[in-house]
Structures are given as structure tokens and as C-alpha cells.
T-cell receptor
Framework: GQQVMQIPQYQHVQEGEDFTTYCNSS?????IQWYKQRPGGHPVFLIQ?????EVKKQKRLTFQFGEAKKNSSLHITATQTTDVGTYFC?????????FGPGTRLSVLP | GAVVSQHPSWVICKSGTSVKIECRSL??????MFWYRQFPKQSLMLMAT?????????EQGVEKDKFLINHASLTLSTLTVTSAHPEDSSFYIC????????????FGDGTRLSIL
């Protein structure tokens, strides 16, 4: 069946360290979206990737879509306490949109 | 832009009560709205997809008679949890999008439902 996985499940970093979360699909994707959910909050759309090998940057965040369009990564450079939250990838499988299980990021000051 | 309002944000009620949650797109017309359920420290589980003027499409395992969805206009969808029981306690969150697929979802603030 179609599955989307995210690793790691949890990540604890010291403020200033880098962080990366990976999203992997069992099938080729048309696009991938990334969302961030702060503790107690709702998911907020970050970015959408469409093209094979695409790389997009938002300040300290770098998003990459794999060449085979089956995986993606979100990298945060020099984390800050404001980066705390759960990062979800979301993918379309036909008419269905599925969220990954998320990576929960903790940043220690 | 793309603001979604969800109301109420918190509900505590007795078992057997029916609870209605509203989801409104404030500054755009939402072709499609989604209803999710989220347990603590878990991902969002899609319950149903709602298109304006048509019946909602429910995910497998979600009882349509238990979770009534109405999408009467392009700016409003409602979820009614009928005869709620403690096991229905959860965080319910809606999202809206301009079209069904390939568009970002804009989320409401969510509703924390606690059934005593």
C-alpha cells in the first residue's frame, strides 16, 4: 500500500545545532508539502515542492525533493528555540492527501 | 490571506451530548474542506473530505452517522459529533483549500473536545 514515512520520530538538539527530517514515500509523488505544528497549535503550511531535485530555501530552512520524487528533506541550519514543533510532510496519493507521522523537534537553549 | 476560523476552540460536555464544530474560510472560497482528528503526539488522521454542495467522503473506519458533515457554502463546513462518548475526546481540526489536490491546506485553530 501507499505509505509515507518520516524519520526521525523525535530529535533533541542544542540551540545552534542543525536539524534534518526526512520524508520517504513508497511510490513516486507528484508533489510534496511541508507543514509545521507548534505545541498546542495547528499545522501551518511551509512550502510545496513539485520538480524532481528541486531545492527551495526559506531563511534557515532548506527543502529538497529527491531526484526520483520519492523522498524529501527539511534541513534547519542553526536551530533556534522558535523552531520547536512537529514537522509534517504531506503527500498526494491520487485524490487522497496523507500526512506523514511527523518529526518532533525539541531545541534546548 | 487564507485565514480559516474554527469554533469553538474548546468543548467539555457530558456523554451523550451532540457537539457541533464550525469551520469557516474568512477571506477565500474553499472548494474543499478537510476534517482531521489528532491524538496527543500523533499525526493528523483524515476523517473526511467535504466539497461544497455534495456529500462528504469519509475515510475507512469513520462512521458517517456518528460524524455528520455539512458543507453548505464555499465558506462554511460543520462537523457534528453525535451522541459523543469519552472515546470521542480528541483534537478535531479542519482545513480548507482552493481545490482538492496539489494546493496548500490552511488550517483552523482546532477544537479540543472532552467528553465526561
Amino acid at each position: 500500500g501507499q505509505q509515507v514515512m518520516q524519520i526521525p520520530q523525535y530529535q533533541h538538539v542544542q540551540e545552534g545545532e542543525d536539524f534534518t527530517t526526512y520524508c520517504n514515500s513508497s511510490t513516486t509523488l507528484s508533489n510534496i508539502q511541508w507543514y509545521k505544528q507548534r505545541p498546542g497549535g495547528h499545522p501551518v503550511f511551509l512550502i510545496q515542492l513539485v520538480k524532481s531535485g528541486e531545492v527551495k530555501k526559506q531563511k534557515r530552512l532548506t527543502f529538497q525533493f529527491g531526484e526520483a520524487k520519492k523522498n524529501s528533506s527539511l534541513h534547519i541550519t542553526a536551530t533556534q528555540t522558535t523552531d520547536v514543533g512537529t514537522y509534517f510532510c504531506g503527500v498526494n496519493y491520487g485524490q487522497n492527501f496523507v500526512f506523514g507521522p511527523g518529526t518532533r523537534l525539541s531545541v534546548l537553549p | 490571506g487564507a485565514v480559516v476560523s474554527q469554533h469553538p476552540s474548546w468543548v467539555i460536555c457530558k456523554s451523550g451530548t451532540s457537539v457541533k464544530i464550525e469551520c469557516r474560510s474568512l477571506d477565500f472560497q474553499a472548494t474543499t474542506m478537510f476534517w482531521y482528528r489528532q491524538f496527543p503526539k500523533q499525526s493528523l488522521m483524515l476523517m473526511a473530505t467535504s466539497n461544497e454542495g455534495s456529500k462528504a467522503t469519509y475515510e475507512q473506519g469513520v462512521e458517517k452517522d456518528k460524524f455528520l458533515i455539512n458543507h453548505a457554502s464555499l465558506t462554511l463546513s460543520t462537523l457534528t459529533v453525535t451522541s459523543a462518548h469519552p472515546e470521542d475526546s480528541s483534537f478535531y481540526i479542519c482545513s480548507a483549500t482552493f481545490s482538492h489536490s496539489n494546493q496548500p491546506q490552511h488550517f483552523g485553530d482546532g477544537t479540543r473536545l472532552s467528553i465526561l
